[in-house]
């Protein structure tokens, strides 16, 4: 099991910014793929943000205002996110994939909400 550790959310106005943190108990370089997801209230876990195979992929509804980063010497990735908008209120959670043997296990954080209002 990947431990991960979540920090960095809060309440923000339209079109402020947050910065996401992770950080996993191993080395990330050990991880297949390392992002994140959000779930609103009675709606499904989106990904939001992901980091697989050196690649970065966003959701449409992210592009252009969210970054994923990543630092490999502490373990931890970010997610910046600017110009936040009030459909982006979610809760927002770490997900780590990790090969072990041939079976792919999922890794989640505990969640940190996000909330975008007047």
């Known amino acids: 099991q990947v431990q991960l550790v979540e920090s960095g959310g809060g309440s923000v106005q339209p079109g402020g910014s947050l910065r996401l943190s992770c950080s996993a108990s191993?080395?990330?370089?050990?991880?297949?793929?390392m992002g994140w997801y959000r779930q609103a209230p009675g709606k499904d876990r989106d990904l939001v943000a992901v980091?697989?195979?050196?690649?970065?992929k966003y959701a449409d509804s992210v592009k252009g205002r969210f970054a994923i980063s990543r630092d490999n010497a502490a373990n931890t990735i970010y997610l910046q996110m600017n110009d936040l908008k009030p459909e982006d209120t979610a809760a927002y959670y770490c997900?780590?994939?990790?090969?072990?043997?041939?079976?792919?296990?999922?890794?989640w954080g505990q969640g940190t909400q996000v909330t975008v209002s007047p």
């Open positions: 980091i697989v195979g050196g690649q970065l």
């Open positions: 997900n780590a994939r990790k090969y072990i043997g041939r079976t792919l296990n999922e890794n």
């Open positions: 191993e080395s990330i370089f050990s991880l297949a793929a």
